[in-house]
């Protein structure tokens, strides 16, 4: 029998001996007046052995366990934290024998008790008295932080959040970047809305969706990629700042900087453009950085991000000038496709290949936020023509650390334009391999009743909380990520 299994079967032969005490291993209820961290905190001027009359109530998973016969040390984690818990056969009388010899490492337990400081220094709970709440019938892994299976972790995230630290703060951190988008929001006047997850077309977007059937409409559906068109929508209502943090779907390629679904915050404001866009969002994201870590500078996998910067905008064109040495006005680009092995036809549109060098050779160069401006017009099928350059559109990404964090458009708001683009696009899209954006003609019957000048913007909250948390993989700030289904 495997050690796992055996330890197993030794917990169930507990949990019958606790039923035979007339002990509830599972009650409903426990009065947890206090918290580890709090507790920490407020008593960490005692002295050593100094004792307090301070009477505690606190409930947590046995994470150590020390028997040394009629007294005991053990550790209790919550949310917070954990805190050192002593026990003694002298106050416990019975119960002592009953902790020790049917209390495993994994339980919960609530206790009640007094705060005093260790010989050894440490703030500990002198228990009372204790109250089982949750048998725990299989062991933590004792070796959990050795364990060379990363995707085992996924799997299990319960575990990963019991066992490390670390893992419990980045998704803290992750709650609080949205907490903090919010509040700034509300601040500037934003209105928080709800729109379709299931949609009859999917658009916002050049990607894959997920697709469905409705059987009581007898219809296909959508899993959303983008909420834009919807929210674009509303502004055509009149509302004039709105947004939305939500889920949504791709079809496609699972890696560190990619999950098939994804967590997105997109926003709309009306009588605004690109320029308020990348006003609004280098303010947000400092905030952000204030709120979450307390600082503006900070570590990212070994190299220092710095936000207390102004962020630099720079022009597509002129970025790939700049690290890629090539002058898109004025040099050839079909010879690219060939020496850069780019997925691309020869046929080609000028404004594809010049996106597609820049995504090959100069945006894992982008270490510091930088605005990339002025994309071509032939890949931005919702923005509004440069005014100063018909080639190009009003639309900005912003990078950090070499991957885009949010993407941002003057909305275009000619509804003939827009159609027209779409028909455009799609007959595009036939020579170049990528994923068209499909027409939706009740869009465009909307835009027909008049959008005003509108900014708007998306930003990616998990990739951005990648990069708070000082995480390696999108996998380890989602909870529960797509996984490739587990073989027997």
């Known amino acids: 029998m495997e050690p796992e299994q055996e330890m197993f079967k030794q917990r169930l032969e507990k949990l019958k001996e606790i039923k035979k005490l007339k002990i509830n291993p599972y009650p409903y209820k426990f009065e947890n007046l206090d918290n580890a961290k709090h507790l920490l905190e407020h008593f960490k001027n005692l002295k050593q052995?100094?004792?307090?009359?301070?009477?505690?109530?606190?409930?947590?998973?046995?994470?150590?366990?020390?028997?040394?016969?009629?007294?005991?040390?053990?550790?209790?984690?919550d949310q917070t934290g954990k805190i050192q818990i002593y026990l003694r056969e002298d106050d416990l009388k019975k119960e002592y024998n009953n902790f020790t010899?049917?209390?495993?490492?994994?339980?919960?337990?609530?206790?009640?008790?007094?705060?005093?400081?260790?010989?050894?220094?440490?703030?500990?709970?002198?228990v009372k008295n204790y109250k089982l709440l949750t048998k725990s019938l299989r062991?933590?892994?004792?070796?959990?932080?050795g364990i060379k299976d990363i995707e085992l972790r996924y799997r299990q995230r319960y575990l990963d959040l019991i066992t490390n630290e670390d893992v419990r703060e980045a998704f803290v951190k992750r709650s609080k970047i949205i907490n903090?988008?919010?509040?700034?929001?509300?601040?500037?006047?934003?209105?928080?809305?709800?729109?379709?997850?299931?949609?009859?077309?999917?658009?916002?977007?050049?990607?894959?969706?997920?697709?469905?059937?409705?059987?009581?409409?007898?219809?296909?559906?959508?899993?959303?990629?983008s909420p834009e068109l919807y929210l674009k929508r509303l502004i055509i209502g009149g509302y004039e700042k709105v947004y939305e943090i939500g889920k949504s779907f791709r079809n496609e390629s699972i890696d560190t900087m990619h999950n098939t679904e994804f967590t997105m915050l997109?926003?709309?404001?009306?009588?605004?453009?690109?320029?308020?866009?990348?006003?609004?969002?280098?303010?947000?994201?400092?905030?952000?950085?204030?709120?979450?870590?307390?600082?503006?500078?900070?570590?990212?996998?070994?190299?220092?991000?710095?936000?207390?910067?102004?962020?630099?905008?720079?022009?597509?064109?002129?970025?790939?000038?700049?690290?890629?040495?090539?002058d898109v006005e004025k040099d050839g680009l079909k010879k690219y496709i060939k020496k850069y092995k780019l997925n691309l036809?020869?046929?080609?549109?000028?404004?594809?290949?010049?996106?597609?060098?820049?995504?090959?050779?100069?945006?894992?160069?982008?270490?510091?936020?930088?605005?990339?401006?002025?994309y071509p017009l032939e890949i931005s099928p919702l923005t509004k023509i440069h005014r100063k350059d018909k080639n190009y559109a009003e639309r900005f990404e912003l990078f950090i650390n070499g991957a885009e964090i949010a993407n941002a458009y003057s909305e275009l708001n000619d509804p003939i334009e827009q159609k027209q683009r779409f028909e455009a696009q799609r007959q595009q899209i036939k020579t170049c391999d990528l994923e068209a954006h499909p027409m939706d003609e009740d869009f465009v019957k909307a835009l027909e009743y008049g959008m005003p000048p509108t900014g708007g913007l998306g930003i990616g909250i998990d990739r951005l909380a990648i990069i708070l948390t000082n995480s390696p993989s999108i996998r380890d700030i989602i909870l529960f990520p797509t996984l490739r289904p587990k073989k027997d």
């Open 266 to 326: 997109e926003l709309y404001q009306s009588y605004a453009d690109y320029n308020d866009m990348m006003d609004l969002t280098e303010n947000l994201l400092k905030k952000i950085a204030q709120n979450v870590i307390g600082k503006l500078k900070f570590e990212y996998q070994g190299k220092e991000i710095d936000f207390s910067k102004k962020f630099p905008r720079i022009k597509m064109t002129d970025a790939i000038k700049q690290y890629a040495k090539i």
């Open 345 to 374: 036809q020869k046929s080609a549109p000028k404004g594809v290949i010049i996106n597609e060098l820049f995504e090959a050779l100069v945006e894992n160069k982008l270490i510091q936020p930088t605005f990339i401006i002025d």
């Open 49 to 77: 052995e100094e004792k307090t009359s301070h009477n505690v109530s606190i409930a947590g998973r046995i994470m150590t366990l020390r028997v040394m016969g009629k007294a005991s040390f053990a550790h209790i984690q």
């Open 180 to 225: 903090t988008i919010h509040l700034f929001l509300a601040e500037q006047g934003f209105l928080e809305v709800t729109t379709p997850i299931l949609q009859p077309i999917y658009g916002g977007a050049a990607a894959k969706p997920f697709t469905t059937f409705h059987n009581e409409l007898k219809s296909t559906l959508y899993l959303r990629i």
């Open 101 to 126: 010899k049917l209390i495993d490492i994994g339980d919960i337990i609530g206790i009640k008790g007094t705060i005093f400081r260790t010989k050894m220094g440490e703030i500990t709970v002198h």
């Open 139 to 145: 062991p933590l892994p004792e070796k959990w932080h």
